[in-house]
């Protein structure tokens, strides 16, 4: 990887495209078949030759064949039936033996320990005309909130079975949708933040006529592609700001109890857990007018306040809470510093001693 943040793709050499026979035998004739030499410079600067590619969207076994060509193994999974034998095929041509599990995660199970997730989202829109798409094709998926939904929910999955500081990465572009603009590559973004930690995003440029826009249907001038890429690190707050910040809202006049695992490395010291928290979690008392009061305070302060990764602000309903079982209030001070605190309902209904029993 050089330092542009823009790179123009060197089209496949013939032994590396999806071979024409396999490619006549897919319904949509390979349409959504990317390119090796995309994935090769990912694969070499964020895995170690020896370690595994995962690519949860795996169609023609593209990113498994540009791991093998790096010297890494690979494995996949897909939910089309069809196109995973394809796959298999094209990789068992180049004598790449990677497995890959027909389905969609979380369901399936990933078929090996992984190292790196790389991968091409598939686009929203994009239509599965075939009759009988598998359940859960995202191709076929018609809703775009269920559509990101769904994406969270695998992200989510390939988060549990990375290791700490393996990195995630996607590529995916925006969109016209029936003559509609579609952020994807930014709503991406902001399902993979969730998730991950941001390190950087690359602009992949296809060296070919730029398809014509229309209106009509789902569009991409397939000219370009985001590649954006994350990492998992388990963020842990900083104590001290943490620590201020809870003093300030006390002194605010704010009534809250303190449990989970910051509330334990406040008491008994960094000894008492294998490392610092990754946030506090705070019980509030069931009082919708002291909810908002409190989420004023925080927004003046600067804090983002989220539900499972919306953007909210006061004033909020208490049920709103209350389904969503705890908001996160986050914010960095002047050096950086994370303060993260989850809130939750229950403060006099004994919750928070019992979850503090819980998790003890
Ligand atoms: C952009 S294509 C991947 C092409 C691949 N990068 C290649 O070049 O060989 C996206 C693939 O995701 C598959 N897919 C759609 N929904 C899925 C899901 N929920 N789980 C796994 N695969 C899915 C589609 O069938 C399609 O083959």
Redesign the pocket.
């Known amino acids: 990887m050089d330092s542009r943040s823009w790179w123009v793709l060197t089209p496949d050499p013939p032994e590396h495209r999806l071979p024409e026979d396999l490619r006549q035998r897919d319904g949509l004739a390979g349409r959504?078949?990317?390119w090796v030499n995309q994935m090769r410079p990912f694969v070499r600067h964020f895995s170690r030759p020896g370690q595994c590619v995962f690519?949860?969207?795996?169609?023609?076994?593209?990113?498994l064949l540009a791991a093998a060509l790096e010297g890494r193994s690979g494995c996949g999974?897909?939910?089309?039936p069809d196109?995973a034998a394809l796959a298999r095929e094209r990789l068992a041509r180049h004598g790449v033996d990677a497995p890959i599990a027909v389905g969609?995660?979380p369901q399936v199970e990933i078929p090996r320990p992984i190292d790196l997730c790389l991968t091409?989202v598939?686009y929203f829109g994009c239509r599965w005309p075939q009759a009988g798409a598998s359940a859960?094709?995202?191709?076929d998926e018609r809703d775009y909130a269920a559509y990101l939904q769904?994406l969270r929910d695998?992200f989510h999955a390939v988060r549990k079975a990375l290791p700490e500081g393996a990195f995630c990465i996607a590529m995916a572009e925006n969109l016209v949708v029936e003559g509609r603009m579609l952020p994807l590559a930014w709503d991406l973004g902001r399902v993979l933040g969730e998730l991950f930690v941001a390190r950087e995003e690359r602009l992949l440029c296809y060296e070919r006529d730029a398809e014509p826009l229309s209106a009509a249907s789902t569009r991409s001038n397939r000219s370009h592609e985001y590649a954006l890429v994350f990492q998992k690190i388990a963020e842990t707050v900083c104590l001290d700001s943490t620590r201020g910040e809870l003093e300030a809202m006390r002194a605010a006049g704010f009534e809250y109890t303190l449990y989970g695992s910051f509330a334990r490395w406040l008491e008994h010291g960094p000894q008492a857990l294998p490392r610092p928290p990754a946030d506090a979690d705070l019980c509030l008392p069931d009082d919708e007018a002291e909810l908002n009061r409190l989420l004023y305070w925080l927004h003046e302060r600067h804090y983002e306040l989220t539900l499972w990764g919306e953007p909210v602000r006061p004033p909020l309903r208490i049920e709103r809470l209350a389904q969503h079982w705890y908001l996160r209030a986050q914010r960095r001070d002047r050096l950086g510093r994370l303060v993260r605190l989850d809130l939750g309902l229950g403060l006099g209904l004994g919750l928070a001693s019992q979850q503090q029993a819980d998790s003890a």
Not at 136 to 139: N, P
């Open positions: 959504d078949c990317g690519d949860p969207f795996c169609g023609f076994g593209t990113t999974t897909e939910i089309d196109r969609g995660l091409s598939p859960g094709q995202l191709y769904a695998i």
